[in-house]
């Protein structure tokens, strides 16, 4: 087959050179402009990647318009119905689900690599008390770079393959250890007889003078299905601002924990991982059904920067998946905790919902309901705090993150990430 390309002609000058036209397996076809500069002595603008793919990657696909989100291939409502998030996991970070002897295996590493080393208990004690869990997060992340020198040979797959498996066996007991510091409890050690899932969700709850999984090893399994499901849907989602943070500091050659703490950071603004807790607060603020209306002309208005938080998306235009899979799960899983679908701040989000997907503005811009705009619901039901819901999604997103750090360390000719800009400056002048 004939390569495709295409011809950019610069109208002014009339020069013109071809550029080839990339195709992934699915997707948009790419116009590879790397070679821009040198034949045409040009840039290419694109302010937020709105047309720019940043690199190759056969991890996860998205298809905005169709509401489609694959994780190696697989449709993400297959994997959150028959999948743990370990397994999940797996698949990302090293392309194929398991069987079961390996799986156990990797479950068997995940349980040796997670206990954290005591001396970052002092660390953690060091921060004051209502320290926000995603500042404390981000530096004990990037703590971990102190603690592991002996295997940091990024040329060695294996010294790699360790480095991803520490980062994602620690997150949650460090998440955990941020909510224990900020109560004032004692930490929890983490277990390797117990669920990734269930592991987290006994070192955030269990007391000293009352566990939380009793004698029988019984533990809510509507709360750990939950717990799967939300960290399967937040597991991976292609190069989303954190992801490309990861990799754009990756591409230096830093260490990995640094690379992944600077992920965190990304992940905490308002517009990507944060929005699930901005959601739960709109959701407060906002109170009662009639004043949803007041709550809309804000989000319409210019002059406000208020948003519809949990609203809209760079890449879905017509829904996440991700979104009518948790909507469905709230009405199970609020039942199933003993409480009762009709929560009252379930049946005002759905009622957002409803009004904002029948209102012009809305309609017109292409804004549907994200996978944040639910997620806090059940996170609530669960007795997460809401200072901690993004603390949620990182442990989720740290599957992703090494998924495509692994991926991208592997490839042969990495380059460092280092865009252009159009200089607006002065021109050169004398002082
Ligand atoms: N409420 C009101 N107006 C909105 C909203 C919203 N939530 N989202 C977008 N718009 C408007 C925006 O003002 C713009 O209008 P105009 O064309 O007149 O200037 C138009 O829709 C397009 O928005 P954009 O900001 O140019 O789109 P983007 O692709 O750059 O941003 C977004 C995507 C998710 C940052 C944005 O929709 C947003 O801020 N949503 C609220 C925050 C949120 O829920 N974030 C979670 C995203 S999903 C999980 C994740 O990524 O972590």
Request: hydrophobic letters at 40%; a negative charge; one cysteine or more.
């Amino acid at each position: 087959m004939t390569e495709e390309t295409l011809t950019i002609r610069n109208n002014s000058t009339g020069k013109e050179a071809d550029f080839s036209l990339l195709k992934g397996t699915i997707g948009t076809p790419v116009i590879d402009v790397s070679s821009l500069n040198k034949k045409m002595g040009l840039f290419t603008y694109d302010p937020g990647f709105m047309s720019t793919s940043s690199c190759k990657s056969s991890i996860t696909y998205i298809d905005g318009e169709k509401g489609v989100l694959l994780y190696r291939g697989y449709p993400i409502d297959q994997l959150a119905e028959k999948c743990s998030f370990l397994e999940v996991a797996h698949l990302l970070m090293n392309g194929e689900l398991a069987d079961d002897a390996k799986q156990a295996e990797f479950e068997h590493e995940i349980g040796q690599h997670a206990m954290l080393h005591e001396a970052m208990r002092s660390f953690i004690d060091g921060f004051h008390y209502d320290a926000h869990p995603m500042a404390m997060m981000v530096g004990i992340v990037g703590s971990l770079s102190a603690f592991y020198h002996s295997e940091l040979d990024m040329n060695d797959p294996e010294h790699r393959r360790i480095s991803a498996m520490r980062m994602l066996a620690k997150m949650p007991v460090i998440a955990a250890a941020c909510y224990r510091h900020s109560i004032g409890f004692p930490f929890v050690y983490p277990r390797s007889d117990l669920s990734y899932c269930e592991n987290f969700l006994n070192m955030m709850f269990s007391l000293p003078s009352q566990k939380y999984i009793d004698k029988d090893n019984y533990i809510d399994p509507v709360a750990v299905k939950a717990l799967n499901l939300l960290f399967i849907l937040h597991a991976d989602h292609e190069q989303n601002a954190s992801t490309s943070t990861v990799r754009l500091a990756s591409s230096t050659g830093a260490n990995p924990y640094a690379c992944i703490a600077a992920g965190i950071g990304a992940l905490w603004g308002p517009a990507h991982g944060g929005a699930n807790e901005a959601v739960l607060s709109m959701l407060e603020e906002i109170g009662t059904v009639d004043r949803i209306p007041e709550f809309i002309a804000k989000a319409k208005d210019k002059n406000d920067p208020f948003r519809l938080m949990g609203f809209g998306h760079r890449v879905y235009k017509n829904f996440d998946p991700r979104a009518t899979i948790i909507r469905k799960a709230c009405y199970e899983v609020l039942e199933g905790l003993g409480g009762s679908e009709k929560d009252p701040l379930f049946e005002l989000a759905l009622e957002l919902e409803a009004y904002a997907l029948n209102d012009e503005y809305f309609i017109e811009k292409k804004l549907y309901p994200n996978v944040d705009f639910y997620s806090g619901i059940i996170y609530k039901a669960l007795n997460i705090p809401v200072d901690m819901f993004t603390v949620m999604f990182t442990i989720a997103r740290t599957a992703g993150w090494v998924s495509h750090w692994l991926e991208m360390m592997a490839e042969p000719g990495q380059r460092i990430s280092r865009p252009r800009q159009i200089y607006t400056g002065h021109d050169i002048r004398n002082i």
